[in-house]
């Protein structure tokens, strides 16, 4: 049995989001492969691996968009049954990989979908200053070029000041300059964050800790520099370029 206070799902007191052996399967394919997890409250976690490893599965499965075979999680101890619908009530906020706006909604109006509390204009406009379109506040998402695009996905995220931020390869299609400002807006966010990212020079300056999946099961997990060095990890990682 683990002992690890990282995974050990039989540890149910402490604060925070925890996956519980989670198992998802589609058809005969075996997305997530029992997987375990605590997230620290207030920690930057990363979740990386090759392309079809698992990543976003396990990203719909913290927002109730996939339902595991098995498996469990638990939100402050708590059995949790995550509902995309109560997500935001929740206090978790996700974007989406790619760019995931209404497009017949302003960037406002999108961001405003985002906000929750009794002052949605308010937070609004904070999430958007925060992320540097606030001048775009009026246009259409689709106007905009695509980095800018992504600026407002995380302003609707932020937007419902979450207490767990679910990131999906935020730096998807970004040049260094904005990987830079993104890496500084997600360590200034004083939230717990979940980050997806194929950007390896992102993950390992900003994360506390690192789980790495491969064919959607768990192989590591770690600081930064502790999965730098993992032989399994870098199988893992060559065998995906072979
Ligand atoms: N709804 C679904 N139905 C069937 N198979 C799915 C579904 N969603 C994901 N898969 C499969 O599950 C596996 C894991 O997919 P997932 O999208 O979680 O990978 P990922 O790690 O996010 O990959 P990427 O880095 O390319 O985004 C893949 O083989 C994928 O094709
Ligand atoms: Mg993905």
């Not at 007191?13 to 052996?21: C, K, N, R, S």
């Not at 392309?51 to 599965?57: C, E, P």
């Not at 995550?82 to 497009?103: E, K, M, S, Y």
């Amino acid at each position: 049995m683990s002992t690890d206070p990282r995974t050990d799902p039989a540890d149910t007191t402490d604060q925070g989001l925890a996956l519980h052996h989670i198992t998802v399967r589609f058809g005969g394919l075996l997305a997530l492969d029992d997987v375990s997890l605590r997230i620290t409250p207030g920690h930057i976690v990363g979740i990386i691996g090759p392309n079809g490893a698992g990543k976003t599965t396990l990203f719909n499965v913290i927002c109730g968009f996939v339902t595991p075979q098995s498996g469990a999680l638990s939100l402050d101890g708590k059995p949790f049954s995550p509902r995309p619908h109560h997500l935001n009530r929740r206090g978790i906020a996700r974007t989406l990989q790619g760019v995931g706006q209404f497009g017949g909604m302003t960037v406002l109006e999108n961001v405003l979908v985002g906000a929750r509390s009794r002052k949605p204009e308010a937070d609004a406009w904070e999430a958007l200053e925060r992320c540097g379109v606030a001048e775009h506040a009026r246009a259409l998402p689709g106007s905009l070029p695509y980095a800018k695009r992504k600026r407002v996905e995380l302003a609707r995220a932020l937007a419902a000041k979450p207490r767990i931020l679910m990131l999906d390869e935020p730096a998807g299609g970004l040049d260094a300059d904005e990987i830079r400002w993104l890496a500084d807006l997600i360590q200034d966010a004083k939230t717990t964050v979940l980050l997806v990212e194929h950007h390896m020079e992102l993950v390992m300056s900003v994360c506390d800790e690192i789980l790495v999946l491969d064919f959607g099961k768990p192989i590591a997990l770690g600081t930064p520099a502790e999965i730098r060095t993992n032989d399994k990890v870098a199988e893992a990682y060559l065998g995906a370029a072979a």
